[in-house]
Every structure is written in C-alpha cells, then in structure tokens.
DNA sequence: GTGAAAGCGCTAACAC
DNA sequence: GTGTTAGCGCTTTCAC
C-alpha cells in the first residue's frame, strides 16, 4: 500500500532536517537557494503534496468551509453554490456541502454532528421550520465566523446577505406600469411567509408610487406552486372586474397563472400582462416567454464567501447585512404589441 | 478566543489521563461503565466535538471525499450532487465539491493542486477534452479509490457509472412506434460527441427493431442548443417527404424542434409526434408538455458514491462498471389524439 | 481498567 | 542557513 510522500522522506533522501525542507517548501526564513532547489525538485519527483490535516492541526486552520443549505437539486441554490465556489477556488479553500432536505430535524441533526473545529467557517441557509438556532449561536461563541444567505434566521446576530426582495416586486410593478397597464393583480405567496410579504409590500408601494388602483380582491394568497396560480388565477378570473396585468410572487405561481389565462382564451401580453419572480429556466421556454425578475443566486453565493473570508482573515468580527438587488428581465408575457412576424 | 474543547480538557477535569478519555469516547476496550458515562457526560458539557483532522492523521482516513465535475448550475449535475450527498450523509463522510467549469486548464490545475493525502476517494466527471487522465492515474496509483460518473475517460482502468444513452434512445423511438408513428425523424447532436453517438444508435436499431424505415436524411446534426435543433428542424422541414415524428437527442434541441414546427403551423403531436432526451424541467412546462427520457441523475450520484465507498473499505479493488436505464415519461407531444377538454 | 509514552505530518521556537 | 526539540489533538502500543 503506497504511503503519501512526507517531508520526512524528502529530508531523509536529501540528508536535511524536516524543518530546513519545511521551510523551503514554503519558502519562508532564510534558505539557501540551492537547499531550496533540490529541495523543490525532490518534492516534485516524489509527488509530494502536504497533508492539510497535519499542517491545519498546527495552524489551527483547516482552509475548509461548511455550506449548509436546503436544496442543491434546484436552479437557484445551485447557482449559489457555484458562486460560493467560485470564490472559494480563488481563495485555496474548500467547499464541503450538507444538504438538509429543509427538514428541521435534519438540520439539526447535522449541525449537532458537524465536525466544527474541522471548519474555517460557515455559510448556511437554513431550512424552514429551523430548530437549530440555539446551535448555530453556539458555533458562533466558539469564535468560528458563520454567514447566512438567503433564508437567514431574524433572532441571531449574524452576517447575512439576501435578496432584495421588496425592491424586486416594486420594479416588476413599475414595469408593468411603464408598459401602460393599469389595473394590476397579484398572485401572492402564503400570508405567513416573510418573502412573499416583502414582495406584497413591493407590489403595493409600486401601485401607490404610480397612482395605481389598490384593489384588495385581486390580491390571492396561497402556496407557491405552479397549481395554486393556476387556481388561484382561475378564481380571479370569475370576479366580475379583471386587471389587465398580473405580478406573481414568483416564476412557478407565474406558469400557473399562464395556463389559468389560456384555458380563459385571454391572450398573455395583449389582454392580460404577466409578470414573475425568480428568472427560473422555464421562464424562457414558456409560450409566451415569461418576463421576470432575476435573482441575483451567483452573486449571493459570491458575497457571502467574500464575507465570511473576510471574517476568517480578522479574529474579531462586525455583522454585516448585505441586501443584493435582482433584475428585470422583459420578455413577451409583458409585450402589448405582439412582435412583428420575422 | 475561546479554543474547543479536546480530549486533555475533559482528562483535567475528571482526573484522567487522555488515553482513558479516547477509549471512553469511542467506546472500545474496556473501560469502566461509571467512568464511560461520567466522561460522556463531560464532553456533552463542554460541547466536545472530535478534532477530524486529528483523529485523521492517526487513523489515516479523513472521511472526506471530493467530487469533481463540470458545473453545477444546471438541474443534471445538482441533482446528481443530491444523490452523492444523500449516500455520504448515511455513511458520515464529508462531501468537498470541486467545479471546473468544464475547463480543462481549470480542471488541470485543480487536479494538480488537489490535497489526496486528506481525502479517502474521488468522484470524477472529467470536463470536455480534459488532458488530465495522467494525473488521475497518479492519483490512483497512491492508492486513493476513484469512481468516474457520467462523463468517463475511455483509456483509464477505474470504476465508472454512466446512464444507458443507448437502451434510452431506443425505448424513445419504440414508444414513438408504440403510438403509432411510422416515419421518424431524428435531430442528433454533434457527430463527434460519444453520447450523441450511443443515441443514434439506439435511434437506428429501435427502427430496425419495428421495422421502420431509415432515412438519412431525416437525421440533422449539430449542436446541443436550443437553435441548434431549431435550425435543424426547419431545414428538415424543407424536404419535400417531411417525417410525422421526431426524436431530439436531448430537450432542449427538442424544444427548438417545438419552436419550429410552431412556426411552421405543424400541430405537435397530432401531426407531428416529438420527444425528447434528459426530463429537463423545462419539459414539463412547455406546450404542449413534452415526452422524454428522464436521465437518472440522483441514481447516478447514489450508485457512483455507494460504489466509491466500497472501495474505500476493502483496500484493494477491482473496477466495476454500473450502466443505470432511464425512464420513459410520456407527455402531450407524442399524443396524437388532442386530451379530452375538462 | 487505566496511565505513560510514542507517533501520525507538520510548524515554530530555540539553538548553534 | 540549518538542526533539535516541542507540540498541535488524537490513538495505540505497552506497562502495571
């Protein structure tokens, strides 16, 4: 069974002491430039690589980060993911991902189990119905810096980096205004829910800042799911006034809401505008395509291991909040004119 | 800065020696049942959590695997992650995620950077023309267990687990003949892409198989896009004998396909039956909903993980080769008779 | 049943 | 400039 090349074996072979080859390795001290030549060559040959876990047990420091979060299956956390990693590459740390299923009890589990003093820090997600706020607060007194992104827990004093989701809904507003709709409804989220609340509050300060109709019975409120805009839509439409555009809390709502539209024979854009939330995929390969406000997932994966790094490079740390805007993306579902046969 | 708590704590404070403390911890050898439980009860005071890197260096073993793949952005790879990460929860090994964006440069570098000696084995997806089979070699040959999955190298001896892209392509065009379609059509990928390749056999012997005709020029090759398949079908839809059905070597060529039989009046489904290759959640969203193969992704991860895993506990092993079926989903776009209005 | 001591691979004083 | 020594947190002989 073939052993890892130690710096041992490179001292033994070049009559030097562990700690001469230790230092030319890193290249640190004073070390005669020739020692250090040989010392590197020999490295090479061998296929020398230094094992983390033994120069982490000196310094304290294993280069590793934790990322915990509900989902990886999806569009959105998995763009986040590749931002938290794109940064992590950069920076020569590593990214070891949990995944909880958004079960609280496997959060929990999780986190009573993970090897914290093995971790630099943390960036988390947690899931809905968390349970494990006590403990996240507990790794936090050890000292380990922890960031929060996108689903961050309102009773710890944390960093945390999330979308803006009410200026989000204010813009996907606005341009249904600017696209001279009037009379404009909204599929919303559960009442419960924080996100879907921020975006209501977009939605509404939208319609005053534009002098917009507020009118309470075009507001339907229910799960996220592409079913419940369809049904939701399906009993906006029975009421005997109709908007003449449509925020949905998001992309899936959105589609729900397309489908309730077709099966009506109202034509998307034309009689009805349409607007989502989330720039998910099928946004673009819906018939019409669906405008949309993207979320900015890579970004949020980017800031949030910028800032736990920097929170791992001083000791001592200030929380920061980091509010991260989406964007408009126009597609057909907001088109009044239909687009010029090509 | 408050330091975690190690086995020496824990000996301090009941008088103990550290060597008593790890028996007790690990439950091995006999140590007296009062002093286990007092131990146990002082660790789960003072928040003791095994310091990995420790225990590793002794054990040899890190419990760390890395996984190594193109991207994960897009639903295939994220929900192979999933399946990975499901297996190494289980089984308490830590998952550390590598990207390379299918850059070979990236991918080179990152392989050659790679800290072996902390991990117990590899999962691989080798980027597009990756020039790194060397490297992986070498790191096989310290000893270290590697599984490749979905994107294999052909000229290493390792363990690979890969979808059947042939049986896939093959059940595809047999439940075309299945509904009745005679004349199909098939939009392939790039002549050079393996996979494009496995499927046009599968295509080919599914219509030899139903004794079906072969029309080479009904098979369009190009690329993988969406205007890939859309340009290909509206020159295939320039022939003067047009074909009444069409496998798309994956969907997102299929929903090109869909674009341009829209345009060109053509009632999918009823005039033309279409399907497609991946269940991408784009399938289930356009219309008409779009019948195709679902890649198994999360079966993949699973498979590829429990395997890496059985060769981390026997040290020598031998490579096998797992080769998963998809599914068949049939959706509207191969129905020829419209659905029944509710 | 428990303790003392050595060692995993590496770094950091401290000598010389 | 380089070697010696101690020690990071843990496990594992080997004593007793």
Redesign the pocket.
């Known amino acids: 069974m073939s ?7 490179i ?1 033994k072979k070049l ?12 290249n ?9 030549e040989k010392v590197l060559a020999v490295a090479n040959e061998l296929h ?4 983390l ?3 982490g ?4 420091s294993s280069h590793n980060l934790a990322v915990i979060l509900p989902f990886v299956g999806g569009h959105y956390f998995s763009t986040v993911i590749s931002g938290i990693q794109e940064v992590a590459y950069q920076h020569d740390y590593n990214v070891i991902l949990h995944i909880t299923n958004d079960s609280p009890k496997r959060e929990l589990s999780l986190i009573r189990n993970l090897a914290v ?1 093995n971790l630099d820090g943390l960036l988390i997600a947690v899931s809905s119905g968390s349970e494990a706020t006590a403990h996240f607060q507990k790794i936090m007194n050890t000292g380990t810096p922890v960031v929060f992104f996108d689903r961050v827990p309102d009773t710890i004093k944390a960093s945390r980096v999330v979308q803006d989701d009410y200026l989000g809904a204010f813009e996907a507003v606005a341009h249904l205004a600017g696209r001279g709709y009037r009379h404009i409804g909204h599929i919303a989220g559960p009442e419960g829910s924080d996100l879907a609340q921020k975006r209501k509050m977009g939605f509404l300060d939208a319609l005053k800042k534009h002098g917009l109709p507020v009118k309470k019975r075009w507001i339907m409120h229910s799960g996220f799911s592409q079913e419940n805009g369809l049904a939701d839509t399906a009993a906006l439409l029975k009421q005997k006034e109709r908007p003449d555009a449509i925020f949905a809390v998001n992309d899936q709502k959105a589609i729900g809401t397309m489908i309730a539209l077709k099966n009506a024979g109202i034509t998307i854009g034309r009689e009805i505008g349409l607007i989502g939330f989330a720039n998910d995929p099928a946004a673009a390969v819906v018939s019409p395509t669906l405008s949309t406000i993207a979320e900015p997932a890579f970004e949020i994966g980017k800031r949030s291991c910028e800032l736990l790094l920097k929170h791992i490079g001083r000791r001592s740390f200030i929380p920061e909040d980091v509010l991260l805007p989406g964007t408009l993306i126009a597609r057909e579902s907001t088109l009044r004119e239909p687009p010029l046969p090509q």
């Open positions: 052993r890892f090349t130690t710096i041992k074996d001292a009559n030097l002491s562990v700690s001469t080859v230790s230092r030319a390795l890193r640190t001290y004073d070390v005669n430039r020739e020692t250090r020398y690589r230094p094992a876990p033994a120069t047990l000196v310094s304290r003093p």
